[in-house]
């Protein structure tokens, strides 16, 4: 499956793409730039992308899995515990989309604070 790179300047994420609606469409709208927001732990951020929500979006989400929040639109990705998460859980504002899964921790994403600028492009 294809590979897309978060790359937030001081650091770099790789993350692989599920087989799903809203990863062809966040593909298709890359490469693409934004300014990051945190809440807790998490990173999110507009993302020029409409889709739905699909049948299996969830707002508690195992860190690591990369999510389209429609609401947003926006990328989320949460590393930890959010201001509603219910004991160690990683839960999002309302249900996401899970599309893609990261390459390596994303606990290292504590270090990102909000205004940072995020690339996001496709890797071959």
């Given at each position: 499956?294809a590979?897309?790179?978060?790359?937030?300047g001081?650091?770099?994420?790789?993350?692989?793409?599920?087989?799903?609606p809203?990863?062809?469409?966040?593909?298709?709208?890359?490469p693409?730039t934004?300014?990051?927001?945190?809440?807790?732990?998490?990173?999110y951020f507009?993302?020029p992308?409409?889709?739905?929500?699909?049948?299996?979006?969830r707002a508690?989400?195992t860190?690591?899995?990369?999510?389209?929040?429609?609401?947003?639109?926006?990328i989320a990705?949460?590393?930890?515990?959010?201001p509603i998460s219910k004991?160690?859980?990683?839960?999002?504002?309302?249900?996401c989309?899970?599309?893609?899964?990261?390459?390596?921790?994303?606990?290292?994403?504590?270090?990102?604070?909000?205004?940072?600028?995020v690339k996001?492009?496709?890797l071959?």
């Amino acid at each position: 499956m294809a590979r897309i790179r978060f790359d937030f300047g001081t650091l770099k994420l790789d993350a692989e793409l599920l087989d799903t609606p809203t990863a062809k469409a966040v593909v298709a709208a890359l490469p693409l730039t934004s300014a990051v927001l945190t809440w807790g732990e998490e990173v999110y951020f507009d993302v020029p992308v409409d889709v739905p929500r699909e049948p299996d979006a969830r707002a508690v989400i195992t860190p690591g899995e990369i999510a389209y929040w429609p609401q947003g639109p926006a990328i989320a990705i949460g590393f930890g515990r959010t201001p509603i998460s219910k004991g160690d859980e990683t839960r999002l504002a309302s249900p996401c989309n899970v599309f893609a899964k990261a390459i390596g921790s994303v606990k290292v994403l504590s270090k990102i604070k909000t205004g940072v600028e995020v690339k996001v492009s496709k890797l071959n």
